[in-house]
């Protein structure tokens, strides 16, 4: 198991930047990527940016060039800096961890493991 407690969410407005924190405890030697997912109100909860242990990086498209995730694996916390923030950015995110166990004889063990949720809103 893995437990994820997620910070810095709030209230900011449109061109503010704001700081999400994502520490992971427990069983985090399985951790393979650690991402951030937005839900906003009425829609389905959306990748906005994912690393993995060895570093690479993906972000959606609406938020490249203006976010950046980033990862301690010495404090096993992710980070997500948001800058410029607009209007539409407006959802509760989510940190995900994914991890894999590696199997001798078999397939695989892959599990997800999610935050409490922190709200952004961005005001206009």
């Known amino acids: 198991q893995v437990q994820l407690v997620e910070s810095g969410g709030g209230l900011v407005q449109v061109g503010g930047s704001l700081r999400l924190s994502c520490a992971a405890s427990g069983s985090i030697f399985g951790i393979n990527t650690m991402g951030w997912y937005g839900q906003a109100p009425g829609k389905q909860r959306e990748l906005v940016a994912v690393i993995a242990s060895g570093g690479s990086i993906n972000y959606a498209n609406s938020v490249k060039g203006r976010f950046t995730i980033s990862r301690d694996n010495a404090k096993n916390t992710a980070y997500l800096q948001m800058n410029s923030l607009k209007p539409e950015d407006t959802a509760v995110y989510y940190c995900?961890?994914?991890?894999?166990?590696?199997?001798?004889?078999?397939?695989?063990?892959?599990?997800?493991?999610w935050g409490q949720g922190t709200q952004v809103t961005v005001s206009s």
């Open positions: 995900n961890a994914h991890t894999i166990i590696r199997m001798i004889i078999g397939r695989d063990i892959e599990n997800d493991y």
